[in-house]
């Protein structure tokens, strides 16, 4: 059952509310642009995922064997809440939690397919220890794990091709993000890159051959197995980063919406979709689908592939090109 708001904390309520509209990087009047969004791509479609969300966070993970998307958001009187969402639009949430306009919102997530266990950042006050809370799929608390004391905020969140958790961390004092590993043996959280990049970078995602990338303020950064850093693209405040399709994607809330598709090698970048609000949070999933976290339309847009049907006379060049080989290799044909 949903906690409900303390009459006694309307004040609180109206300056979170207000705070939607203000944050430390943005203040995005709802009314700014309208929500239209198109890839640029052939053979991407979009459509809207699931809506009526007060905002969506910035959690978004996959489960491969229900099919279900798992985010973060909030809702309005401060209810943060991890939703179950289906292919289908059907949303469910299955943990809630009150949280004050002056402390962090539910925020990361990622989702174990094996363990069945999610994994999300709960925010809390500033100062206060950093968390990793685990629940099941079902919303079922399972533990807190806390982080180390000089570990001032916890940013994103994945699970890497070693099977491990990482997360985007910065300790007190440092200018500088460094990503940290959850040791799930002794429920420690270990630096493994320190320094990756200057500020608070929020976006984590891996590659297939364990290569990270992170946002940082004017661009994309690669850092490999041996933790060399590598800008591979340049771009105004990127928000988030996500591997899949070969490429890394990366949302770019200061010019007009836009989602962008880098090149892993560095070797260029193009746009892949725009029309968007405010996109904050891309994620690639294993089903092939890209889905962006809108904060304007409140919404999840899903980015999905299809072919292009073959026309009649591609049909027709195939067969008579099939034709003629076959009959220069058998002259009895």
Not at 15 to 31: C, E, K, Q
Not at 77 to 82: D, S
Request: charged share 15%.
């Amino acid at each position: 059952m949903r906690p409900i708001a303390d009459p006694s904390r309307v004040a609180v309520v109206m300056s979170w509310a207000l705070g939607m509209l203000v944050t430390p990087n943005h203040i995005w009047p709802a009314w700014a642009q309208p929500i239209n969004p198109m890839p640029l791509e052939p053979g991407w479609t979009v459509r809207e995922f699931a809506d009526v969300f007060f905002t969506p966070s910035a959690g978004l993970a996959y489960d491969p064997v229900s099919t279900d998307l798992f985010v973060t958001g909030v809702e309005a009187g401060g209810i943060n809440e991890v939703y179950r969402i289906t292919q289908s639009g059907v949303k469910t949430a299955i943990f809630s939690e009150f949280v004050s306009a002056f402390d962090y919102q539910f925020s990361y997530l990622a989702f174990d397919p094996d363990s069945r266990i999610v994994y999300f950042n709960p925010g809390g006050s500033p100062g206060a220890p950093q968390i990793i809370r685990k629940i099941d799929e079902f919303g079922n608390f399972i533990e807190d794990v806390t982080a180390p004391a000089d570990i001032e905020r916890l940013f994103g969140m994945t699970f890497a091709p070693d099977g491990k958790l990482y997360v985007n961390s910065i300790e007190a004092g440092q200018i500088s993000t460094d990503i940290a590993r959850y040791n799930e043996e002794d429920d420690t959280i270990t630096t493994v890159f320190p320094a990756v990049g200057v500020g608070q970078i929020p976006g984590l995602t891996f590659d297939r051959e364990g290569n990270a990338y992170v946002n940082g303020g004017t661009g994309v950064l690669k850092i490999d197995i041996s933790g060399s850093v590598t800008a591979i693209a340049w771009l105004n405040c990127p928000s988030d980063v996500t591997f899949g399709d070969g490429s890394v994607f990366t949302a770019n809330p200061c010019a007009t919406g836009n989602i962008w598709r880098v090149a892993a090698d560095g070797s260029g970048r193009s746009r892949f979709a725009t029309g968007h609000g405010l996109a904050e949070e891309v994620y690639f999933a294993s089903n092939g689908r890209l889905y962006v976290a809108d904060h304007f339309s409140y919404s999840i847009w899903e980015y999905s592939y299809v072919p292009e049907p073959a026309t009649t006379l591609t049909l027709l060049i195939g067969a008579l090109l099939l034709f003629r080989r076959r009959s220069a290799s058998d002259p009895f044909t």
